[in-house]
């Protein structure tokens, strides 16, 4: 059976995430997560976290998933120890030096690849597993295709993003808003400055306005189905900093599609639980929202690439 695992900013959240259908939830501490900006658990919440969805059958996952500097990497450490002496099930860990350590001294306890790790290709989802990673979180950026090529090539548990928001670069990439404001997404202090308003300039002269680098919010009710059959193990949705009314709705809706396609029978979406998504979140649509074929052009950038030194032809459907 495939793993719904939900988001949890906060104590609230997780148990709405519990009562309304997640396997399993994650969260992170006041410190070492990539969610510096929400509100987080203190260590006394951690406790009564992992209690809480203990008995009711739900797994706990903790985010230590940023880069670690040498000065932290012993509170870190001893972050994971207190973690694992209250009962967590697995940590989500970015930084390689520090899943190391934690591999060589709680052999039993599982340690999950961050997103931010940037797993994009078989190669890399094969390396962490020698190293003893128990899963791999793929790069939110990737097709079915290779998502299923990964699953059916390596014994390590895959699991990737089905709902939420996408980067515009690759997860644990991106310096842009460390560059321009001192927060590094991979120190957990992302300003977002992606979604922020831009002009498109040519030759002084805008061309077009709006949120240009904002990416939609991916949603994959659409392709469970497909997902599933790829082989992969469990399926995150995105939200530390949302409500909980998001993380209720969602897990709920894709609880319900989930199960479903599980069941063998005809798997149909209801255009109404598509709308119950899009009014609980969304910017602009969903980018897995595809316009049918007839309305489709061709677009050839040939001339404009042409034009700024860059001669490779590109052709896309829009």
């Known amino acids: 059976m495939v793993e719904l695992l939900s988001p949890a900013g906060d104590l609230e959240c997780l148990k709405v995430a519990v009562q309304t259908g997640a396997d399993a939830v994650y969260f992170g501490i006041d410190k070492f997560n990539a969610r510096a900006n929400s509100r987080n658990f203190n260590k006394e919440e951690l406790v009564q976290a ?31 120890e207190y973690a694992y002496n209250a009962g967590i099930d697995a940590v989500i860990v970015q930084d390689l030096g520090l899943a190391k350590k934690i591999i060589e001294l709680f052999p039993d306890l599982e340690v999950h690849s961050s997103t931010q790790m940037t797993i994009y290709n078989l190669d890399g989802a094969k390396e962490i597993e020698s ?23 390596t014994k390590i548990d895959i699991e990737v993003f089905i709902h939420g928001a ?36 040519r030759y002084g002269k805008v061309q077009e306005k709006g949120y240009l680098l904002s990416s939609k919010d991916v949603c994959t009710l659409d392709i469970i189905p497909d997902l599933i ?36 029978k005809e798997y149909i979406v209801d255009e109404k639980d598509k709308e119950k998504l899009m009014q609980i979140f969304n910017r602009g649509g969903f980018s897995t929202r595809i316009p049918k074929r007839k309305t489709w052009k061709r677009y050839d950038v040939y ?16």
């Open 50 to 80: 992992i209690e809480y969805a203990k008995l009711r059958g739900v797994k706990t996952h903790l985010t230590i998933n940023i880069l670690i500097k040498n000065d932290e990497f012993e509170d870190a450490i001893k972050l994971v």
């Open 131 to 153: 190293l003893g990673f128990s899963r791999c979180v793929l790069a939110r950026e990737l097709s079915i295709k290779e998502i299923e090529h990964i699953c059916k090539n």
């Open 166 to 201: 996408l980067c515009i670069s690759y997860s644990g990439q991106c310096l842009m808003s460390s560059m321009i404001g001192g927060r590094s997404g991979n120190r957990g202090k992302c300003a977002g400055t992606c979604r922020l308003p831009y002009s498109l300039m």
């Open 229 to 264: 059959r790829a082989g992969v193990k469990s399926f995150k949705i995105e939200g530390r900093m949302k409500s909980k009314e998001y993380v209720g709705i969602v897990t709920s809706i894709y609880r319900k599609y989930i199960d479903l396609a599980e069941s063998g």
């Open 303 to 318: 001339n404009q690439a042409k034009s700024y030194g860059n001669i490779s032809r590109r052709s896309y459907w829009i």
